[in-house]
């Protein structure tokens, strides 16, 4: 049996080999920056906190009680690493830009910086935590207990002192060594070098003492299959039948949960980052690092509750074993293991927790009530040393007095739990913040509060069961009986695991009013920029360099703060930079936007992102305008410019409305301009026949003194003036319904060509009385086309005519000829006769328009090219004018040719 006295000796000195180490890995960092302090093995293995006496220690008792249970707690941290590339490496991303110091501050520093986040965050983090640390104060103690035993040279100088003695003791030793360890500088965002280095040597050791452990008890058990079949022929069953229930898969998800909101976990994983890229090792190394911590678990235990008594403490089995195989080395050795992995534990969750209460505690209240000592360089980081001191204490309190009540527990495994489920709170909010633009502040502060209410009600209020009869009564009857408000059976869950039915509910509550809050509430002006810049960190990294703009604040102001907070050096060393990047002196710096974001930052890895923002604020704004208001002030303008745009949408449309009105307007004018020009043109056609039957009816009626002949040439003379004005008014309607569309059409395959031949046959006779000599040109043979066969002829027998009627050549000549162009029957009529003048050629085909030139002729109405263009264009072809070898008009038809 060891003596409590070498044992308690041999932790102080292992204590002191670690301060010793952290003292040279600090020099040695500020010497060497690519020192191997840097290497991602150092931080791979520092991560290796997670693992503490719970799983050096507690794991196996876990195991003997629960079977595989224990490998959630190994399995969550697992999935989270071989996945870094989709959580992790965007966490890190966003702590190394916005110099962020903890969950606390990423949590404030994305909804729009608010202190009163940070604050609740920060007092839930203390609470919950306190569990763990009384889960390490228990191990410490029941591990000293177990290596000195009840004998009076066992007990040495702990005679007479009991468990809570100790326990004291042992927490009053880790406040003292965390304040040596982790208060030495000011800067949370300076890594603590030296302190990461001794976590790893303590990771190494801890693993290094639980293999040996393992490979002791294989080798006296017989190896695996010799431990197997002894626990079998002793009857010793583990139990597997609650592998993967309710429970199992709790503790799965709150262990995923954990290795990302734990203080520890994040200001090693997130904080202490010195390069991305070591996530890439750390995504298979650390994996790694737990296979190895748990691959002899399940043997340990299995041996121990095979040899060992029935009584017998199944959490220490990795001490007595060895001790009840006489090897005292190596059960000492198993309690440095043990021993380190409690204290890396407390060393670095006290720092992280330390960081956030005077990060977001004390340092807002110094703001609000303290008078800004400029010349007091050193001031601020005294304050800070100080608060960070006082908070490690009051954390380890807490911690001590938890034990103190709950001290009777035997198992480590469930006040541990009870930590996981409180830290779980956070999860859903650090997912909302660098995932989800539209979560809010309101929305997610509700939704901790509420989660953290239940989890106080359902998970840690019943932890105080054993020690308090009005808190077992409060859980067999529910608060003033009302027994569906059970902590252990809300709403009638009842028959659940106490765990699951905490993490069920509380769980369920944050995620419901985190979600329904974000989308029943408006994001702040500075929480939707805060939004872009977490959410798109990889595609918008500059947003993190941009900061408040300076206002009337001068260099000198933002040196006094930042001499304050950051020290004399580090102020000066941050200025003199700055002004070298512009080229001028120190003296002469004026402060810019992205200037003043930087020393944010700066000041951020002081005081956090919080105090830095409102601290800064307070410089450069003085009683300039808000951010909200410079928001609203640029929404305003937002509008009046989407406004003016609609105005000018508006006016264009306007315009165009007009004008298609003044161009309607001017087609109304063309058109009542054509009405009266031509009923002017029908009126003057019809008054010249009419005029004619009118005077000769007047000379017959009053002709008693004519002849016969006279009398029947008169007669003869009104009957063709009838005719030319019937024939007139036929030509008038026959063009009108043309135009309308109105006249009846029948379109079929026709001949073109032998429709020309008919043409040419009905003038014939004309041809023949005029002695015009008609020259057959070159024709296109039998041609197909779609329309109306007479209409057509009507067409020719007009062209036909008409080069007959105006020709007044010596040697008149009319040419005939027709072809196959392009996919379109061309036919052309010319003559040698005086042409049709230029000035005339517009006009030619309107109505009662006629050539002035050469026609003897001169009854016609003036509507036949008209109808003719009508009747063409009904046929898909076009009438047109055309050169000519000839000296008179060319016209010139095109129809389109059937296909196939």
């Known amino acids: ?166 326990a004291l003791g042992v927490a009053a030793g880790m406040a003292l060594f965390t304040i040596l360890f982790g208060t030495r500088h000011v800067d949370a965002k300076e890594q603590h070098h030296g302190v990461v280095a001794a976590i790893a040597f303590e990771a190494v050791v801890k693993l290094t003492a639980l293999v040996a452990v393992g490979i002791f008890v294989l080798y006296i058990g017989g190896g695996f299959e010799g431990i197997f079949s002894q626990a079998a022929a002793r009857g010793v069953v583990v139990d597997t039948s609650a592998s993967f229930d309710s429970r199992w898969i709790t503790t799965l998800v709150l262990s995923i949960a954990a290795i990302v909101c734990l203080p520890r976990q994040f200001q090693v994983t997130v904080v202490e980052n010195s390069n991305e890229n070591h996530l890439r090792v750390a995504g298979w190394a650390f994996p790694a690092y737990m296979f190895l911590m748990s691959i002899f678990i399940l043997p340990i235990a299995i041996y121990g509750l095979t040899v060992m008594p029935a009584d017998a403490n199944p959490d220490m089995f990795a001490l007595t074993l ?45 703001l609000r009530f303290s008078r800004p000592q400029f010349g007091e360089g050193q ?97 067999a009857d529910g608060p003033a009986g009302i027994s569906w408000l059970r902590p252990e059976a809300m709403f009638g869950l ?115 992102a919080a105090s830095a923002h409102v601290m800064l604020s307070k410089v450069v704004a003085g009683a300039d305008v808000s951010l909200e208001e410079m928001m609203q002030m640029a929404d305003e303008t937002q509008q009046a410019i989407e406004y003016s745009q609609e105005l000018e949408r508006t006016s264009a449309e306007l315009r165009m409305t007009a004008q298609k009105l003044e161009d309607a307007n001017q087609q109304l004018r063309q058109l009542d301009s054509q009405k009266d020009e031509f009923l002017s043109q029908v009126s003057h056609e019809v008054r010249t026949p009419m005029t004619s039957i009118r005077s000769f009816s007047e000379i017959l009626l009053d002709g008693d003194q004519l002849d016969d002949t006279q009398r029947q040439r008169f007669v003869s003379t009104i009957h063709q003036e009838s005719l030319r004005l019937t024939k007139l008014l036929d030509e008038i309607l026959d063009l009108s319904a043309l135009e309308r569309g109105e006249k009846n059409w029948t379109s079929q395959a026709v001949d073109a060509d032998a429709v020309l031949d008919r043409a040419i046959s009905v003038c014939d006779a004309l041809l023949r009385k005029r002695t015009i000599r008609l020259d057959h040109g070159q024709r296109a043979g039998r041609t197909m086309i779609e329309g109306d066969p007479d209409r057509l002829c009507q ?51 309107e109505k009662f328009s006629r050539g002035r030139r050469g026609a003897a002729d001169q009854t016609g109405a003036g509507l036949g090219l008209a109808i003719s263009r009508q009747i063409v264009n009904r046929m898909n072809g076009t009438l047109d004018l055309a050169p000519s070898t000839l000296p008179g008009a060319c016209f010139r038809l095109r129809l389109p040719v059937i296909r196939g």
């Open 1 to 166: 049996m060891l003596s409590a006295d070498f044992v308690i000796a041999t932790a102080i000195g292992y204590v002191c080999l670690l301060f010793v180490l952290a003292y040279i890995g600090d020099r040695r960092a500020r010497i060497n920056q690519r020192s191997w302090l840097h290497s991602p093995a150092v931080y791979t293995l520092s991560i290796s906190v997670y693992c503490t006496s719970w799983t050096f220690y507690g794991a196996v008792g876990n195991a003997a009680r629960s079977g595989l249970e224990f490998l959630t707690i190994y399995l969550g941290p697992t999935i989270v690493f071989v996945g870094w590339y989709f959580l992790l490496r965007r966490l890190v991303r966003i702590g190394h830009l916005y110099r962020i110091t903890s969950v606390a501050d990423l949590l404030s520093s994305r909804f729009g910086k608010s202190s009163r986040l940070g604050v609740l965050v920060t007092c839930i983090a203390v609470i919950g935590i306190a569990p763990y640390i009384a889960l390490q104060l228990k191990a410490v103690t029941s591990s000293i207990q177990a290596l000195a035993g009840s004998s009076e040279f066992g007990q040495g100088s702990l005679r007479g002192i009991d468990d809570v003695g100790l």
């Open 379 to 475: 001031g601020m980081s005294r304050t800070l040393l100080v608060a960070r001191r006082f908070s490690i204490m009051l954390i380890l309190s807490l911690g001590f007095f938890y034990f103190f009540f709950t001290r009777d527990s035997n198992a480590l495994a469930p006040i541990g739990l009870i930590s996981f489920t409180a830290i779980a709170q956070f999860f859903p909010a650090l997912l909302a913040a660098i995932f989800w633009r539209e979560a809010s502040l309101k929305a997610v502060t509700a939704a901790i509060l509420a989660g953290f209410a239940t989890w106080a009600w359902c998970c840690f209020l019943p932890s105080f069961e054993s020690v308090s009869p009005a808190v077992s009564q409060l859980l």
């Open 494 to 608: 009842d028959g659940w695991d106490p765990l699951a039915h905490a993490a069920f509910w509380s769980l369920s509550v944050n995620v419901l009013t985190l979600t329904l809050g974000s989308l029943l509430t408006t994001p702040s002006a500075l929480e939707r920029i805060q939004a872009a810049a977490f959410v798109d960190v990889f595609k918008r990294p500059n947003l993190a360099l941009r900061g408040i703009a300076p206002g009337s604040a001068t260099a000198t102001d933002l040196y006094f703060v930042a001499e304050r907070v950051l020290g004399e050096k580090r102020a000066a060393a941050l200025f003199e930079v700055a002004a070298r990047e512009r080229g001028v002196d120190p003296v002469l710096l004026e402060p810019t936007p992205e200037f003043v974001g930087r020393l944010e930052r700066e000041l951020a890895g002081s005081i956090g």
């Open 322 to 366: 060895p001790l009840a195989a006489g090897q005292n080395g190596l059960a000492l050795f198993a309690f440095i293991g043990g021993f380190s992995s409690a204290t890396s534990m407390i060393i670095l969750e006290s720092i992280a927790l330390s960081i956030m209460v005077s990060n977001h505690i004390i340092m807002p209240l110094v």
């Open 795 to 845: 067409v020719f027998i007009n062209l036909i005519s008409n080069a007959v009627k105006y020709n007044t050549s010596s040697d008149p000549v009319v040419r005939i000829s027709s072809a196959l162009r392009a996919g379109n029957f061309v036919a052309e009529v010319a003559d040698n006769g005086p042409g049709i003048a230029k000035g005339e050629r517009k006009l030619i085909f």
